[in-house]
Each structure stands twice: as C-alpha cells, then as structure tokens.
C-alpha cells in the first residue's frame, strides 16, 4: 500500500511539471528606480517545484488541487512566494502579485491592440524612410535601429506625457501567453565612458543570450582591440568578427547624423502612440495597475506593428525571427554608441 502510494505521489508530481511552461515567456522591463518586479521571482528559475507550481497557479489551479499533487512540499515553496511577494495566500484561492494575461484577457488585449494598429500604420514608413537613407550601406540594420535605438528607446518620454511625471516608468516582469510571434526585446549597457551598446533579443533566436560576452568585450570588439579566445570565438560564431578577426559590430558616433535622426525619430514615435489608449479605464478590466498595463500594451503595439509591416513590407528584414535569421547572426541585432573619439 505504501509503495503504491509513493507511486502515486510521484505520478501526479509529473503531472504538474508536465504542464504549459508559462513562465519560460516570463519577460522584463527595466525602468526608473520605481520597482515593481517583485522580489522572490527569480525563485521559480532556481527550483523547479516553484517553477511547476506557478505554472499551475497561471493555469488555474487552486489550493487544494495543488495539495493532492505536492503534498509535502507544496506549503514551504508557497510561503517562500509569498515572502518574495510573487503570490498572495487567500485560503483556496491563491493570486498572482505581477501581471499574467492569458486565455480570453490575452485575446482581448490582441484584438484591442490589433485593430489600433491596422488604423495606424501608415504612419511608420515615414520613420524607416530616414532610417533607410541614413543606413543605406547597412539595411539589415534598419529593423535593430527602429526597434531598439528608436521604439525600445522611447518608453519614458512616452510614459512621462501619458502619465503627466518626469518619474519615468516603473519596472516590471510579466508573463502574455501565447507570447507575440514578433516579441522582443533590448538589452543596453553603458561603458565607463557613457558609450552604449544596444542588443535587440528574441525568444525566437536568442537561445545563447544568456552566455553573450560582457559589454567589456563587446566594446573591445567595437574598437578592434584584443578580446579573449573565448569571447573571440563567439563573435566568429554570431557573425560578429570576420576570419581575420575584425570587427564586424556596428558602431556610430554619438551626436552624428544617425544619432540625432534616432532621438528625433523616438519623439516621433512618442507622439504617435501617445492617446491611443486610455490606460487607467482598461486598468481595472484587465486587472493591472495602470502604469504596468501601460508598458505591457506598449510592447504589445510595437510588435503588431512588426507583425504588420512583415505582412505588408516584404523587403524590410525582420532578423529577430528564426526564418529570416537562421544562424542567428547577431551583427543585424547589435550596434555601439560611441562617446568621444
């Protein structure tokens, strides 16, 4: 009897650890000193029990449903949540302190964001224009520097006139499933002397983004200094240095001509998007507070936008998807500001 049981135990534990991996979509966004991400979240990344059992929160699961799965482990990992204000406890029903939009919410937000754009659109091909004549040398990067040197780039400027605060927007993780087929991202980073590299990410194609080299290396690359053997061979790799071991990053002046088309371009943009929700009424509906609602949704028009211009621009390339950039070739994601000479 007791072995039966332990083999019980055992099966409904694969069970929850066989279901949707809603948290593997589980996204950042790093604003102003404001925090909103919560402080135990990376605690699902370290342990696959508290993975399994947010999982199953996400997919509905109460208490009690859990209970008969994890018997004996269940109550420590949730209070090790709720401690890191990942989760709440309400007896039965246990609630989701960062926001997770799935089934029909998702599907709502999609349709509402959907349906802006398509109204909208038009008003883009007069930002790849400029884009187009100042990186007519370089037109792979076209989509790196309108995603994350002008729309990734935007997002306070933006947030401070919807919202009426020089404060910025605050920071935040959240979880869209099923995820935009066109979500990204970009990773920027700073060098002592305020030169910046900026990285646009996919899910799609950045499966090596978490054993990228330091910016350090990066900014070595940029000036066609010496980097080490190992971060050598990764830029060979990723399409980042040619045999003879030069630099193939690209790299602008900060100040130049491209430079400044890009600030002017992400007030642009911010004057575009601005209005086109009203963040505090959908607020309540969707049930997030409305400054987070507003960088999700935010997100979420960038890459309907992609999504339409990928239907209806066949020639601008897109590289953050696996199809168009199958060996994931980071030169057409990367680029370096450089401050002085």
């Known amino acids: 009897m007791r072995t039966r049981l332990i083999i019980l135990i055992f099966c409904l534990s694969v069970q929850l650890m066989a279901q949707t991996d809603y948290w593997a979509d589980l996204v950042y966004f790093g604003g102003c000193p404001v925090n909103h991400i919560p402080k135990g979240i990376s605690i699902p990344d370290r342990s696959p029990k508290a993975r399994a059992i947010m999982n199953a929160l996400i ?18 990992i949730l209070s090790r ?16 302190l960062f926001p997770v939009l799935t089934g029909e919410k998702r599907e709502k937000l999609n349709e509402l964001v959907r349906l802006k754009i398509r109204e909208s659109l038009t008003g883009i091909d007069s930002m790849i224009i400029p884009l187009r004549k100042e990186l007519k040398d370089h037109p792979r990067l076209i989509f790196h520097f309108l995603w994350s040197r ?16 020089k404060k910025g927007p605050p920071s935040i993780a959240w979880i869209i499933y099923p995820p935009h087929p066109c979500q990204c991202g970009t990773n920027f980073d700073q060098t002592a002397n305020n030169s910046q590299i900026a990285i646009s990410w996919s899910y799609n194609i950045f499966d090596e983004f978490f ?5 350090k290396a990066f900014y070595a690359l940029a000036k066609n200094d010496s980097v080490p ?5 990764f830029f060979m790799k990723y399409g980042l240095m040619d045999q003879d071991k030069k630099s193939l990053l690209f790299t602008f002046q900060a100040g130049c001509r491209l430079d400044l088309l890009c600030d002017s371009l992400k007030s642009a943009y911010a004057r575009k998007i601005k209005g086109m929700f009203n963040y505090r009424s959908l607020s309540a509906e969707f049930g997030i507070p409305a400054p987070e609602l507003f960088i999700i949704m935010s997100h979420e028009i960038a890459y309907n936008i992609f999504q339409a211009l990928k239907e209806q621009k066949q020639d601008l390339f897109i590289p953050i998807l696996r199809e168009t950039n199958p060996g994931r070739n980071f030169s057409w994601l990367c680029s370096f500001r450089m401050e002085g000479n």
């Open 150 to 165: 002008v729309i990734d780039n935007c997002w306070w400027e933006l947030y401070n006139q919807e919202f009426h605060t």
């Open 229 to 233: 053997a190992k971060d050598r061979e």
């Open 59 to 76: 997919a509905g699961s109460t208490y009690s449903e859990l209970k008969t799965k994890l018997p004996d482990s269940l109550d420590a």
């Open 81 to 96: 949540l709720s401690q890191g204000d990942v989760i709440r406890l309400q007896k039965e029903k246990i609630k989701i």
């Open 211 to 215: 054993t990228l080299p330091s910016t």
